[in-house]
């Protein structure tokens, strides 16, 4: 009909699941098995990782491997969650090439928690590892405080090592400031048991008081 089109492109679908129990993996090559998220079309965003679940003598009680082969994505695009039990215990957890995770669950590992890659680790419950290693230009952090919710980083290691490309970093992640969106406090910045804190402009606080400003 002579009429131009337009492509405006799609995002990419997210990675599956693919679990595998063995008992002898001997001859079968594991770095086979992925479960990459999709690039996105026209410009739109990339898809999030899937899981890759190893269950085997070396790994009795599973691996869990998260990679999206360097596809960058936006946080928090592969959420994890055991809504049966409200834990998960594995052997290992290893998150991967631009792997942006979120648990929702108690994480008990036996053996380690691996950030590699522009990996990054956020869980609303406690992680313990009898190692922990974040490398690469990857990040634990935690979930923005709300006007309802606080978070905060909670793992626990026996062996916990982050190297000078990487980062434990919850910066701007606190209590609310006096004059953010969502805050019931009519300018005040708010505290611990999100409560008000500061006086009216002040930013939120918790080790001490977010500062006010003063008004003529």
Known sequence: DGKPRVNIGGGGGSGGRVAVYYQNITGFDLTKISAFGGTGNGGQANGGAGTVYLQG???EAGE???DNNNLAVGSLTTPITNPASGS???THLRLRRQAHVRLDSLLTLT???ELNSNAAFVSTQRTV???IG????????????????SFKVDISAGNLTVDATSKIDVSGRGFLGGRQPENPFVGRGMTFGL????SRGGGGGYGGL??????P
């Open 57 to 59: 003598p070396a790994r």
């Open 64 to 66: 869990l491997i998260v």
């Open 88 to 90: 998960i215990a594995l």
């Open 111 to 113: 053996g380690t928690l």
């Open 129 to 131: 590892a009898e190692t």
């Open 134 to 149: 974040v490398t690469n230009n990857s990040l634990i952090t935690h979930l923005p405080t709300t006007a309802t919710a």
């Open 195 to 198: 409560q008000a804190g500061s």
């Open 210 to 215: 977010g500062v006010g400003v003063s008004k």
